[in-house]
């Protein structure tokens, strides 16, 4: 196990920068999740991370060996791709135990590593077959177990699970997580899904065009995002953006409809043209709330999720409840004036007036 400290790194092809001066600390111990959309660099970082690509500037540290300029197989490293990357003509013992055969480990040492690999990761009953005959989640459960035997230092994930169906990728990432915790490795795992970093990671790294937006525990990041960036990207549904203004009454939607929110000392001044956030999941069914009309509805058993309208403008709602709501029905909700946010021109979080009359910026450890 080892920390891992990303020092102002930088990666260019040809004349265009695609990573910016990326700075990151990773105690030892624990699980980070790199997330973003598809071009921000995520991937990019974690193969500079592996060796797999140069860095332009910077350095890279892992535990106290500056690795910027080390080959893969120098770094104490193990990295699990998306394609799973399995020789066909191996069994899955083989395939295990490859690495460390190329490194000339007795044959003795090889099979005490990947029985203790395959008794973590169930695969005692499938050391004899080969890639063909496994099903998507065995081949991925080989492909940890062929980092495992290694015992590394840190654990690479390239989008592990993308290959797999949703209802398969939700047990992988139980195994990974219930994996991670039973050795204790520093693990980076990159992904484009938000649900995947928020049930999994202890840190959460949000990358947008090369730049880090922000870090923080999952639950940090949907409370208190410090962009209106990271508080789209992060919960899901996403959260509802409404076009508005804050004025002594309260937030004012285009249409006039207002919505109470904490802005301290912007309601007692004149209209200040604001963006207001409001997740789906904090909106409740209120007599006393604001009007919106459904326009779809979408009943899943535990919870009713409508795309309505509210004030002109679309918004989504969910409720912890089966709800006897039809196209074109309305009804009145409201949210807690805590669980508002605020963002301004620039799209930063306004912070709560009780903690701070400043701008929230991004967080970077």
């Given at each position: ?54 860095v332009s500037w910077g350095d890279i540290i892992i535990g106290e060996r500056d690795v910027t300029d ?159 960036f990271v508080a789209g990207f992060i919960g899901s549904p996403s959260m509802n ?125």
């Amino acid at each position: 196990m080892a920390n891992v400290s990303i020092n102002g790194v930088g990666k260019t092809f040809g004349t265009v920068e695609v990573l910016h001066d990326v700075s990151i600390r990773i105690p030892d111990g624990t699980f980070v999740a790199l997330v973003g959309p598809s071009g921000c660099g995520k991937s990019t970082l974690l193969r500079m991370i592996a060796g797999l690509e140069d860095v332009s500037w910077g350095d890279i540290i892992i535990g106290e060996r500056d690795v910027t300029d080390l080959p893969p197989k120098s770094r104490d490293i193990a990295m699990v791709f998306q394609n799973y990357a399995l020789y066909p003509h191996m069994t899955v013992a083989r395939n295990m135990g490859f690495s460390l055969r190329i490194n000339r480990k007795s044959q003795s040492e090889i099979d005490t590593h990947v029985a203790r690999a395959s008794g973590i990761l169930g695969l005692d009953a499938l050391l004899e077959r080969f890639p063909r005959q496994l099903s998507g989640g065995q081949r991925q459960r080989v492909a940890m177990g062929r980092a495992i035997v290694r015992s590394p230092s840190l654990f690479l994930f390239d989008e592990p699970l993308s290959n797999l169906d949703a209802k398969l990728r939700v047990q992988m990432r139980a195994e990974i997580k219930d994996l991670h915790q039973r050795l204790g490795t520093t693990t980076i795992y990159v992904t484009h899904d938000q649900v995947e970093a928020m049930t999994m990671a202890d840190q959460i790294v949000v990358m947008r065009d090369g730049n880090i937006e922000q870090i923080g525990s999952p639950l940090d990041l949907y409370d208190q995002p410090s962009n209106q960036f990271v508080a789209g990207f992060i919960g899901s549904p996403s959260m509802n953006f409404l076009s508005g203004s804050v004025t002594p009454g309260g937030f004012r939607l285009t249409d006039g409809t207002i919505l109470p929110v904490r802005a301290g000392p912007l309601m007692s001044g004149a209209a200040t043209a604001v963006t207001c956030g409001v997740r789906p999941e904090h909106l409740r069914r209120d007599d006393g709330g604001v009007e919106i009309q459904a326009i779809v509805v979408e009943p899943t058993g535990s919870e009713t999720q409508i795309v309505a309208r509210l004030g002109g403008q679309p918004l989504i709602a969910v409720f912890r409840e089966r709800l006897a709501i039809r196209p074109g029905d309305k009804l009145r909700v409201s949210a807690d004036p805590a669980h508002v946010h605020l963002f301004d021109a620039g799209g930063l979080r306004m912070v709560d007036p009780e903690l701070s009359d400043q701008y929230e910026r991004a967080s970077v450890v």
